[in-house]
C-alpha cells in the first residue's frame, strides 16, 4: 500500500501556494471555488490508494518509441515577421514586455 | 456545400468560424466537406481552442492532418467549437458559448469536440476533426449519434494539434459512416517526422478490407461495464449489440477489467499534470491574451493576463496539475498513477489475450441538460468508460446503437468498441460489420434530415 497522504481539505496556504506556482491571479471567489473544487477532486483521487502498485515501474507513456528524430538538416523556418505577427505588444523587430527587474520570480 | 449552408444551418453554435471554399487538390477526399476541431492549427482564419486567451491566434503554419486533407482534395469548411483547451465533457466551457444537441437543443453535445461532433450530426458537413485525450470524441459521438474514432497513439500525427495532455492526446474522427472513417484515416494516418511519438512503422490499409468480416471473432464484455451506474436503455441497447454480433457469428467472452472505476481518478492526476507544462507557454509575451493592467513585474503579468485569459475549468486543471507534480506530492499522485497507468496496460494486454475487441457503452448516460452538471466530479465521470482508452494509448470507438426515448425526446446511445494497439484497422472491419447490420446510422435529429 502507498503512503498518500490525502489532503482531504486543503488549507488556504495551499491553495495560495499552488495558485502562485500555476502563475494564476485568483480573486476571493474564484479562491474559495478553487479550495472546495480541488478539495472535492482530491477526494475522489483517493481512489487511488486503494491499489497495490508495490514493484511497479511507473510508465509515462504509451509507445516504445526513444529517440525517434528527424534528419538534422536545414529548412524553411518562420519569418521574424510571421512570429511577431501575434505578439500582444512588440516593438520595431522585438516583443513589448514590460520592465522584468525589481519583482521576485 | 456552401459555407452559406452552414451558416443558415448552424443553430448550435457548432462552428466558430465558417469558412468560404479553401484550395484544395484533387484526390481520394474531393467532394467530401469536413469541419476542423478549433484546437488544430490552421492557416486559414483563426485557432482559439474556444478559450480567450488565443481570441485572434493566426497560425503561420497548418497541422499536418490539414495539410493531408488539402492534399487529397477535401473542402475545409471551418473550426468547430469545443471545450477551452479540449478540457471537458460538454462543450458548455467554450469562451465562444455551449454547443447544442442537435437531437434535443436543451442538452449537451457532449464534449470537448461537441462542435465537430454537432456539426456532423446535423449534417452541416461531411465529417470533422476532433481530438481526443479522455474520450473527446467518443463520448460527443455518442451523445449526438455519430461515429466517433481515436486511433491508436501514434497513428496520426499530433503535429499542429495545441497540446493538452501530450501522452495522451490522438487526433481522429467524427463520420456519419465508418466507411467515412476509413476514407479519412486513409488520408491523415502515418508517420509525420514532425511529431516524435508518431508511429514509424508503415500503417495496414485502412480501405482495402474494410467489408471483409473477421472471422472467428471474440468479443470480450466486461462485467465492469455493465451494471446500474448506466441509464436502463443504455444497458438494453448494450444487450441488443451483443445479440446482434452473436448473430452474425461473433462469440461472446466474458473478461474482468477491475481498473475501470480508477480510471478516472488516474486520467484526473495525468492528463491536469501534462497540461499544467503544456499550458506554462501562454504567458501573454510572444501571443495570446495580455492583461492591459498594470503589472509590477513580469511575474504579476503572467498570473493576471493568465487568470483573464483562462477560463474557470481551465484555471482549476492547471491548479490541479500543479500540485500532483509539486515538491512532496508528486510520487504520492503523479508517480503512483503513472504506476496504475502501467497495471492497466497489462489489464488490456490480459483482455487481449482472450478476446479481439471489449465492448460496452461509451457513457453511462445519454445527453444530459446543459447547466445539469456543476460540481467537476460528476462531470469527470462522463470518462468512466473512454479514459483507459488513452492511458494505455489503445485505439477506440464509438458507433450508434440505439436511443432512449425515457426523455421525450429520442436520445442517441453509443456503442464503444476498444482494440488493442495497432489493431485500427481490425477494429473499424469489426464496427462495420455491426453497421452493416443496424441502421441506427442513418437516422438523423428532426431538425436536419
Known amino acids: ?105 | 456545400m456552401s459555407s452559406v449552408n452552414i451558416q443558415d444551418l448552424d443553430n448550435f453554435n457548432a462552428f466558430h468560424e465558417v469558412w468560404d471554399e479553401t484550395e484544395s487538390c484533387s484526390g481520394s477526399l474531393q467532394g467530401m466537406t469536413i469541419a476542423i476541431k478549433d484546437n488544430i492549427v490552421t492557416k486559414e482564419g483563426t485557432t482559439t481552442c474556444g478559450s480567450k486567451m488565443l481570441k485572434g491566434y493566426k497560425s503561420p503554419f497548418n497541422a499536418t492532418v490539414v495539410d493531408r486533407l488539402i492534399c487529397a482534395g477535401a473542402t475545409l469548411v471551418g473550426k468547430t467549437n469545443c471545450d477551452e483547451f479540449a478540457m471537458g465533457s460538454s462543450t458548455e466551457h467554450c469562451a465562444w458559448g455551449p454547443v447544442l444537441n442537435p437531437w434535443d437543443k436543451t442538452r449537451v453535445p457532449g464534449g470537448s469536440s461537441g462542435g465537430s461532433a454537432v456539426a456532423v450530426a446535423a449534417r452541416m458537413c461531411n465529417a470533422a476533426l476532433g481530438s481526443d485525450t479522455g474520450g473527446s470524441i467518443r463520448q460527443p459521438a455518442a451523445l449526438c449519434g455519430i461515429v466517433g474514432f481515436k486511433p491508436t497513439y501514434g497513428t496520426v500525427s499530433r503535429y499542429g494539434l495545441v497540446a493538452f495532455a501530450s501522452s495522451l492526446d490522438q487526433i481522429g474522427t467524427f463520420t456519419q459512416s465508418v466507411n467515412d472513417t476509413a476514407k479519412i484515416m486513409h488520408v491523415i494516418a502515418g508517420h509525420d517526422e514532425f511529431d516524435s511519438t508518431s508511429n514509424p512503422e508503415p500503417l495496414p490499409d485502412f480501405l482495402g478490407n474494410l467489408n471483409t468480416p473477421i472471422d472467428n471473432l471474440r468479443i470480450g464484455v466486461p462485467s465492469q461495464y455493465r451494471g446500474d451506474q448506466n441509464d436502463p436503455a443504455i444497458n438494453t441497447a448494450i444487450t441488443a449489440a451483443i445479440e446482434t454480433y452473436k448473430n452474425i457469428g461473433a462469440t461472446i467472452v466474458d473478461i474482468d477489467l477491475p481498473l475501470t472505476d480508477v480510471g478516472v481518478s488516474t486520467y484526473y492526476v495525468l492528463a491536469p499534470a501534462e497540461a499544467s507544462s503544456n499550458l506554462a507557454r501562454y504567458d501573454g509575451i510572444r501571443y495570446g491574451h495580455r492583461t492591459s493592467e498594470k503589472c509590477k513585474d513580469l511575474i504579476e503579468l503572467y498570473a493576471k493576463s493568465r487568470a483573464e485569459g483562462f477560463g474557470a475549468e481551465v484555471k482549476r486543471r492547471i491548479m490541479l496539475g500543479t500540485y500532483v507534480l509539486s515538491s512532496g506530492y508528486y510520487d504520492a499522485y503523479y508517480n503512483n498513477a503513472l504506476k496504475i497507468r502501467r497495471l492497466i496496460c497489462e489489464e488490456y494486454k490480459e483482455a487481449f489475450s482472450k478476446c479481439d475487441v471489449i465492448l460496452g457503452p461509451t457513457t453511462p448516460t445519454v445527453a444530459f441538460k446543459i447547466g445539469e452538471k456543476t460540481d467537476p466530479v460528476s462531470m469527470y465521470m462522463n470518462d468512466v468508460y473512454t479514459a483507459n482508452t488513452n492511458i494505455a494509448g489503445i485505439c477506440g470507438i464509438s458507433i450508434p446503437c440505439g436511443f432512449s426515448e425515457e426523455h421525450g425526446t429520442p436520445l442517441p446511445i453509443g456503442l464503444h468498441l476498444q482494440a488493442q494497439w495497432h489493431d485500427d484497422v481490425k477494429l473499424l472491419r469489426i464496427a462495420q460489420m455491426f453497421e452493416s447490420s443496424t441502421m441506427f446510422h442513418k437516422q438523423s435529429p428532426e431538425c436536419c434530415s
Not at chain 1, 1 to 18: G, K, T
Not at chain 1, 22 to 38: P, Q, T, V
Not at chain 1, 49 to 77: A, C, M, Q, W, Y
Not at chain 1, 98 to 104: A, E, F, I, R
Open chain 1, 1 to 105: 500500500m502507498n503512503q498518500i497522504e490525502p489532503d482531504s481539505a486543503l488549507s488556504d496556504d495551499a491553495v495560495r501556494h499552488v495558485a502562485h506556482l500555476s502563475r494564476l491571479a485568483l480573486n476571493n471567489e474564484e479562491f474559495a471555488g478553487a479550495k472546495k473544487d480541488l478539495t472535492a477532486i482530491f477526494t475522489h483521487i483517493d481512489l487511488l490508494k486503494s491499489i497495490d502498485t508495490s514493484g511497479v515501474e511507473p510508465l509515462d507513456h504509451p509507445t516504445e518509441l526513444t529517440n525517434n528524430t528527424r534528419d538534422d538538416t536545414v529548412g524553411d523556418s518562420l519569418t521574424q515577421e510571421q512570429v511577431l505577427a501575434n505578439a500582444p505588444a512588440t516593438k520595431d523587430v522585438y516583443f513589448d514586455v514590460p520592465k522584468v527587474l525589481g519583482g521576485s520570480a
